[in-house]
């Protein structure tokens, strides 16, 4: 059991960042993958913590240049991979919003997603919330919130994954990411949620409640946007809601504090 969810969060670590960790992973089975989706919010308490890490080792240099090189570690650390899923997002939405029929749109959408090409209205929109977690990450009072922010941002942008994978379908045939949950997870659901919700508990009450309730109506939104445009999701979606769920919880912290 134990070499089994090292090797699922090994494969989490590997898929979702640029972690040089590979080398300790033996070749993946279809259980290890399926297994690694509920390792997604350790992999954000591992990001958390190096970020975080690497704010106080900078806190001597300013506001403004500590949050600039901060956001850039986090881009680099999890090699832009769902900011490319939010550009896939944005350009395949406005590639296919103009389609009255519903299955062309949805085929549009599907291809535009897949289209490694960069619109010009996905660059716009990487810009905007890259300025607006630099912002959020500046606006910080002090250094424990700061440390705070770092950390609960990326646990729980990569909890709200699980939710909208166990209530959407898969819109590919094919591809990386599992069209269903592991069964037999009740262990692994009560593990993952019970360790995001003690990271957010952190906050305390009031703040924990009002960042969750945000989370969930940008969790309900996006899933209803995405099963109305292609019926379901794709892992293009998944990269682009841990984008916006990291952003929003920021700008809310930088509320509620």
Known sequence: ???????????????????PVGRWMQKPGAHTSTQAVYFYPAVGVV??????????ALSGLGDFLNAALVLALWVGVTGALHLDGLADCIDAYYAGHKCV????????????????????VALVSLVLLLLVKFSALASMATSWQMVAALIIAPVIA???????????????????????????????????????????????????????AAVAALLVYWRALWQQQIGGYTGDCLGALVELTETLVLITLVAVW
Not at 101 to 120: F, S, Y
Not at 189 to 205: D, E, N, R
């Open 1 to 19: 059991m134990f070499t089994q969810a090292k090797q699922a969060f090994l494969f989490a670590l590997v898929f979702l960042t640029r972690l």
């Open 158 to 212: 990569r909890t709200a994954i699980l939710p909208f994978v166990a209530l959407s379908e898969y819109a590919r045939y094919e591809g990386k990411v599992p069209d269903n949950l592991a069964t037999n997870s009740q262990r692994l659901w009560l593990i993952t949620l019970l360790m995001s919700a003690l990271a957010v508990l952190t906050l305390g009450l009031v703040s924990a409640t009002i960042v969750v």
């Open 47 to 56: 990001i958390g913590i190096l970020l975080a890490a690497f704010s106080v």
């Open 101 to 120: 029929d519903a299955e062309q749109r949805r085929e549009r959408i599907l291809h535009v997603m897949h289209d490694p090409n960069c619109g010009a």
